[in-house]
């Protein structure tokens, strides 16, 4: 493949676009259009063909891949304009939701009045105890669509073993209805969506995925149909949040729940393995969040649930951990002391210095009064900003409260920014089991550069990778993803129990996985993989005793003698969960993945020229060190050169970013043309 390589990542202040063609590169970054992502999406890649001289639809005839990743499915949560749900659970559920703890999190995304009993039941063995009644179902479906439902969600207890009940509920409702009276509800069942134990969090994952479904189903179907009218031939390739994509036909809604953030964690997933990196904390700080993942071993962890306005799902996803702490965050003044977010100005009407109509200050402000940001190059000079907006608003709302200067406001907003991004890295390598100074620091995003020494140095961390392109980092991780389809299924086979005999029904194992297979090849030649192109891989979920389920990648797709169970327990315990540890290996969920490798972007690899940065050097401009203005270097990045060496306390723009480098860090460029930062 030759063509074009397309990624953009929709964000929630920008939307982001990474392009390669024939080894060249550019980059392109548009504000969000939260009404409509479809529109930034478009601005995006026209600004993309533009970059490379072309029109948008030759950009587009050229085409090998469209990657897009999307905040649709948060931006739904976060504004709450979901599909108005209507949920049908087993009789004597309606309150609890199937747990007796329930704190009604749930009614976020689905009203009490809307949730309806079925008088059924299966038993924890899968055998139907009592059928369902049509009667009862079609009532309850006439009562949901007469109050308005516009989609229903069938989550029966115990459907995971046996879902016979749910299926005959769907069916019950599509005969009694026809489609033109149900018009555009769709009835899902809880067993499409997860196959895993535990009926309140199957219940939680079915109905949030419902409520994103409407809206994501709308963006992304527009998306694909922009691109076809300007001549791309292909399926768009949705980016999921399990570090893979897939056409929008197969794609659910939690796919794309935090794929953004995925983009970042794959690509620090190669960085890591191009340098050689261990241990790698990568934090990528946007407009309106920052994101923290952690590359142990070369290899970025999943989580399998994960908890969406305080409601626990069932989702496997790439681990990313997410706060409220961005450019665009509000600061504030509570009882004495500076708050920096979660609240933030977002694109529009943006920080005070946007000249857009902001009133509050954010971080983005304060980074100007502190000469970190230039108020002329700022996206590459095409938005002039304002400081006298941030200074009066930073005056009112902040140093006026606390009596002091601007100055020392804009240091203390900075700070504030810096040392909640500081706590939420240290959460997050603690649950990985890695110590700070163990890991090299990747900065990323629009204003990862900005923080980034100060948050290393915070945490005791001395080298800090910065990549050229770092401003769009999480686009560029989409260029390398492939494409994927991912299927479970419950399993609840012991390989080997505490008295150390091992499986005997091998047929058991292998049918799980053969019904596996089968359904990933037809879904990936819907895709149009062609089967001898798919390579899979085979993810096993085992019973950790107290310590919850432990995920390893089995050795063997079949099993076909005892060897072949001895080495995946043998994987198991070797692996950092498992230990040494004597008992039984139970897996409870299969996992398959099936994926097909796609053109990826390949970083450059330069000889190393001169050390000095002096063509680079732009000018010097007034900067806040240590509570004092100084005059400082400042540098153009994209004219820095492999091999050049900026010393501290110096600043480095980029068209998109700011490396903010004080006293006593150097930056080399090294021959991928990133920037290496290393305290003396």
Same mark, same amino acid.
């Given at each position: 493949?030759?063509?074009? =390589?397309?990624?953009?990542?929709?964000?929630?202040?920008? *939307?982001?676009?990474?392009?390669?063609?024939?080894?060249?590169?550019?980059?392109?970054?548009?504000?969000?259009?939260? @009404?409509?992502?479809?529109?930034?999406?478009?601005?995006?890649?026209?600004? !993309?063909?533009?970059?490379?001289?072309?029109?948008?639809?030759?950009?587009? @005839?050229?085409?090998?891949?469209?990657?897009?990743?999307?905040?649709?499915?948060?931006?739904?949560?976060?504004?709450?304009?979901?599909?108005?749900?209507?949920?049908?659970?087993?009789?004597?559920?309606?309150?609890?939701?199937?747990?007796?703890?329930?704190?009604?999190?749930?009614? *976020?995304?689905?009203?009490?009045?809307?949730?309806?009993?079925?008088?059924?039941?299966?038993?924890?063995?899968?055998?139907?105890?009592?059928?369902?009644?049509?009667?009862?179902?079609?009532?309850?479906?006439?009562?949901?669509?007469? =109050?308005? /439902?516009?989609?229903?969600?069938?989550?029966?207890?115990?459907?995971?073993?046996?879902? %016979?009940?749910?299926?005959? $509920?769907?069916?019950?409702?599509?005969?009694?209805?026809?489609?033109?009276?149900?018009?555009?509800?769709?009835?899902?069942?809880?067993?499409?969506?997860? #196959?895993?134990?535990?009926?309140?969090?199957?219940?939680?994952?079915?109905?949030?995925?419902?409520?994103?479904?409407?809206?994501?189903?709308?963006?992304?179907?527009?998306?694909?149909?922009?691109?076809?009218?300007?001549?791309?031939?292909?399926?768009?390739?949705?980016?999921?949040?399990?570090?893979?994509?897939?056409?929008? &036909?197969?794609?659910?809604?939690? =796919?794309?729940?935090?794929?953004?953030?995925?983009?970042?964690?794959?690509?620090?997933?190669?960085?890591?393995?191009?340098?050689?990196?261990?241990?790698?904390?990568?934090?990528?700080?946007?407009?309106?969040?920052?994101?923290?993942?952690?590359?142990?071993? !070369? /290899?970025?962890?999943?989580?399998?649930?994960?908890?969406?306005?305080?409601?626990?799902?069932?989702?496997?996803?790439?681990?990313?951990?997410?706060?409220?702490?961005?450019?665009? %965050?509000?600061?504030?003044?509570?009882?004495?002391?500076?708050?920096?977010?979660?609240?933030?100005? !977002?694109?529009?009407?943006?920080? $005070?210095?946007?000249?857009?109509?902001?009133?509050?200050?954010? *971080?983005?402000?304060? $980074?100007?009064?502190?000469?970190?940001?230039?108020?002329?190059?700022?996206?590459?000079?095409?938005?002039?900003?304002?400081?006298? =907006?941030?200074?009066?608003?930073?005056?009112?709302?902040?140093?006026?409260?606390?009596?002091?200067?601007?100055?020392?406001?804009?240091?203390?907003?900075?700070?504030?920014?810096?040392?909640?991004?500081?706590? $939420?890295?240290?959460?997050?390598?603690?649950?990985?089991?890695?110590? #700070? *100074?163990?890991?090299?620091?990747?900065?990323?995003?629009?204003?990862? #550069?900005?923080?980034?020494?100060?948050?290393?140095?915070?945490?005791?961390?001395?080298?800090?990778?910065? #990549?050229?392109? %770092?401003?769009?980092?999480?686009?560029?991780?989409?260029?390398?993803?492939?494409?994927?389809?991912?299927?479970?299924?419950?399993?609840?086979?012991?390989?080997?129990?505490? &008295?150390?005999?091992?499986?005997?029904?091998?047929?058991?194992?292998?049918?799980?996985? %053969?019904?596996?297979?089968?359904?990933?090849?037809?879904?990936?030649? /819907?895709?149009?993989?062609?089967?001898?192109?798919?390579?899979?891989?085979?993810?096993?979920?085992?019973?950790?005793?107290?310590?919850?389920?432990?995920?390893?990648?089995?050795?063997?797709?079949?099993?076909?003698?005892?060897?072949?169970?001895?080495?995946?327990?043998?994987?198991?315990?070797?692996?950092?969960?498992?230990?040494?540890?004597?008992?039984?290996?139970?897996?409870?969920?299969?996992?398959?993945?099936?994926?097909?490798?796609?053109?990826?972007?390949?970083?450059?690899?330069?000889?190393?020229?001169?050390?000095?940065?002096?063509? &680079?050097?732009?000018?010097?401009?007034?900067?806040?060190?240590?509570?004092?203005?100084?005059?400082?270097?400042?540098?153009?990045?994209?004219?820095?050169?492999?091999?050049?060496?900026?010393?501290?306390?110096?600043?480095?723009?980029?068209?998109?970013?700011?490396?903010?480098?004080?006293?006593?860090?150097?930056?080399?460029?090294?021959?991928?043309?990133?920037?290496?930062?290393?305290?003396?």
């Amino acid at each position: 493949m030759a063509g074009y =390589n397309i990624n953009v990542d929709v964000g929630g202040t920008f *939307t982001d676009g990474f392009f390669v063609y024939k080894g060249e590169t550019r980059k392109a970054k548009v504000e969000a259009t939260p @009404h409509d992502q479809t529109v930034s999406f478009i601005a995006c890649l026209q600004e !993309g063909a533009r970059r490379f001289g072309v029109h948008i639809r030759e950009m587009m @005839h050229q085409a090998d891949v469209v990657r897009y990743s999307t905040t649709a499915g948060t931006n739904t949560i976060i504004q709450r304009y979901g599909s108005k749900i209507g949920l049908l659970v087993t009789k004597g559920f309606e309150c609890s939701l199937y747990d007796s703890k329930n704190e009604g999190k749930l009614y *976020t995304f689905v009203s009490p009045e809307m949730v309806v009993g079925i008088d059924e039941q299966t038993n924890a063995l899968g055998t139907v105890v009592r059928d369902v009644n049509a009667d009862g179902v079609i009532a309850a479906a006439e009562y949901l669509l007469d =109050n308005g /439902a516009k989609v229903v969600v069938v989550s029966f207890q115990n459907s995971e073993f046996n879902n %016979s009940n749910e299926r005959k $509920a769907r069916s019950i409702m599509y005969d009694e209805y026809p489609r033109y009276y149900l018009g555009g509800v769709n009835v899902l069942l809880a067993s499409d969506i997860t #196959p895993r134990m535990g009926a309140y969090e199957r219940t939680n994952t079915a109905v949030i995925n419902s409520y994103l479904h409407t809206d994501l189903v709308r963006y992304l179907y527009k998306g694909d149909e922009e691109l076809t009218k300007r001549g791309f031939i292909m399926p768009m390739s949705v980016v999921h949040n399990t570090g893979g994509m897939a056409t929008v &036909a197969k794609t659910i809604a939690l =796919n794309t729940y935090d794929s953004g953030p995925t983009g970042g964690a794959v690509a620090a997933g190669h960085l890591a393995k191009l340098y050689g990196i261990k241990n790698l904390l990568a934090i990528d700080i946007g407009g309106t969040s920052t994101d923290i993942s952690v590359i142990s071993n !070369g /290899a970025y962890s999943y989580s399998k649930t994960t908890e969406i306005e305080g409601c626990p799902i069932h989702l496997h996803k790439v681990d990313v951990h997410g706060l409220g702490a961005g450019g665009g %965050s509000i600061a504030r003044v509570v009882d004495g002391q500076v708050q920096v977010g979660p609240a933030s100005a !977002g694109a529009l009407p943006g920080p $005070a210095c946007f000249n857009l109509g902001g009133e509050e200050p954010t *971080t983005c402000d304060a $980074a100007l009064v502190l000469g970190y940001v230039s108020a002329d190059s700022f996206e590459g000079g095409r938005r002039k900003l304002v400081k006298a =907006n941030s200074v009066k608003v930073i005056k009112e709302k902040v140093a006026d409260p606390l009596k002091i200067s601007v100055d020392e406001a804009a240091s203390k907003i900075y700070e504030v920014l810096c040392d909640n991004v500081v706590r $939420a890295a240290k959460e997050k390598l603690e649950i990985e089991g890695v110590s #700070p *100074t163990e890991c090299v620091l990747l900065a990323f995003g629009g204003q990862g #550069p900005v923080h980034c020494c100060k948050v290393a140095d915070k945490l005791g961390i001395s080298k800090v990778l910065v #990549p050229k392109d %770092s401003d769009v980092l999480s686009a560029l991780g989409c260029s390398i993803m492939d494409t994927t389809y991912i299927t479970e299924c419950l399993a609840r086979l012991v390989l080997q129990d505490k &008295a150390g005999n091992l499986l005997s029904d091998y047929e058991a194992f292998n049918g799980l996985v %053969s019904q596996l297979r089968r359904k990933a090849s037809s879904n990936m030649a /819907a895709m149009g993989v062609q089967a001898r192109d798919i390579e899979h891989t085979l993810e096993l979920d085992i019973e950790d005793g107290a310590k919850g389920v432990h995920t390893v990648v089995s050795p063997v797709l079949d099993i076909r003698s005892e060897k072949d169970i001895k080495a995946i327990c043998t994987a198991y315990r070797k692996s950092k969960s498992g230990g040494a540890r004597p008992g039984a290996v139970e897996v409870v969920i299969m996992r398959l993945n099936a994926s097909t490798p796609m053109p990826h972007y390949q970083w450059p690899a330069l000889k190393p020229g001169g050390k000095s940065p002096e063509k &680079a050097l732009k000018g010097k401009r007034n900067v806040v060190w240590q509570k004092r203005s100084v005059q400082t270097n400042a540098y153009q990045l994209e004219q820095l050169q492999c091999g050049n060496v900026v010393e501290g306390p110096a600043i480095i723009d980029a068209e998109y970013t700011t490396v903010v480098l004080p006293t006593g860090w150097k930056y080399t460029v090294d021959a991928h043309l990133n920037g290496v930062i290393e305290k003396g």
